[in-house]
């Protein structure tokens, strides 16, 4: 009878980690549900034109963001006035703005298509040192056409205010650095396990005495591959869905440690060669001292009335596992209390 299972205790800490690369995103959702405001305005002639009053406040998170972009009309050029007014409608910030707008065809080597570029966005990002309200004055000073001839046609400028923009691209860099740096820590701790034994034995059994133990659990894992043989015995049927995998863990003097029957499922795969069949297991144990063990796993050598063989059976050991989440571990049989002086009989 297989020994009784136990609950081992986790190390949690390094999950918290995850949370780093989650708070440059967190602010960058919240930056994107905040509300905006947008206008139009209508640009015709070289009069000047103001906005409605917006407010500009610089708060917490991220500051006030100005983004204009203008309508311009196919190979024209611009040149914009922009001034901010405060309250008062005195000017804070005075600038210009050339724009403009290309529309063509290319060909090259057979190929053809066409193009539209343009510089026609203008942003400004603030720090007022006042909150309160303000409106923009836009000039017109010269749209040109094509050979310079100016447009009359009425110009359209989109205006939108934000008063909690952040930089977008350096929170999504910051997001994907400590996401890489969790990924490192988390190998760090839960990928730091020392590596006891690793053997492909070519039998149906393996077996390997170590010495293990220390802080942390004992991992053993079990992968088989069986194939066809190249000549089919008489009387071979299907393949089983399952088969069973014998564990047995003993001491330096031999007293079995652990003793267990497991089932396994048995995997077809298909391979671009031929078909295979497939089985792996896994257990964590429990070892409070070091201690010499031996390890032995053993599998039928043929299944299906000798339809299928046994190929290769992989044997991996590894001790001071470190788990995230809670895990099944199985318990040794205890060590003798008795001394081993007292136990032999006397001469």
């Known amino acids: 009878m297989a020994p009784p299972v136990q609950r081992f205790a986790v190390v949690r800490w390094p999950l918290l980690a995850a949370l780093l690369p989650l708070l440059p995103l967190l602010v960058l959702l919240l930056t994107l549900l905040l509300p905006r405001e947008r206008q139009m305005l209508s640009l015709v002639g070289d009069g000047p034109v103001e906005s409605q009053p917006f407010h500009l406040q610089d708060g917490w998170l991220g500051s ?74 836009l000039q017109n000073q010269d749209l ?116 267990e029957r497991q089932p396994l499922k048995l995997r077809h795969v298909e391979g671009s060669d031929d078909a295979c069949w497939t ?16 390890v032995r796993v053993e599998l039928p050598p043929t299944l299906a009335g000798g339809g299928l063989e046994l190929e290769w059976l992989d044997l991996l050991v590894e001790d001071g596992v470190v788990t995230p989440w809670p895990i099944n571990v199985s318990a040794l049989a205890p060590l003798p209390t008795t001394p081993l002086a007292s136990a032999l009989p006397e001469p």
């Open 64 to 137: 006030p963001r100005l983004d204009l972009r203008a309508e311009l009309p196919p190979n024209s050029s611009l040149l914009l006035d922009v001034d901010l007014l405060d309250a008062a409608g005195q000017p804070v910030l005075q600038l210009s703005k050339e724009g403009w707008r290309e529309l063509g065809t290319w060909s090259e080597e057979g190929e053809s298509g066409t193009y539209d570029e343009q510089d026609d966005a203008l942003t400004l990002n603030l720090r007022p040192r006042v909150g309160g309200s303000y409106r923009l004055r």
């Open 144 to 259: 040109l056409g094509v050979a310079g001839v100016p447009l009359s046609d009425p110009l359209l400028i989109r205006l939108s205010v934000e008063n909690h923009s952040v930089d977008r691209p350096l929170l999504l860099i910051t997001a994907l650095v400590a996401a890489v740096l969790v990924v490192m820590l988390w190998r760090a701790v839960y990928g730091d396990c020392r590596l006891r034994f690793h053997r492909r034995f070519d039998e149906a059994t393996g077996s390997e005495r170590l010495i293990l133990g220390g802080p942390g659990l004992l991992r053993l894992r079990v992968e088989a591959r069986y194939e066809e043989p190249s000549h089919h015995p008489a009387g071979t049927g299907a393949p089983p869905d399952g088969l069973t995998l014998e564990l047995r863990l003993t001491d330096a003097l031999g007293r079995a440690l652990l003793q």
């Open 279 to 294: 089985v792996s297991a896994r257990w964590h144990l429990r070892l409070d001292e070091p201690r010499s063990v031996r």
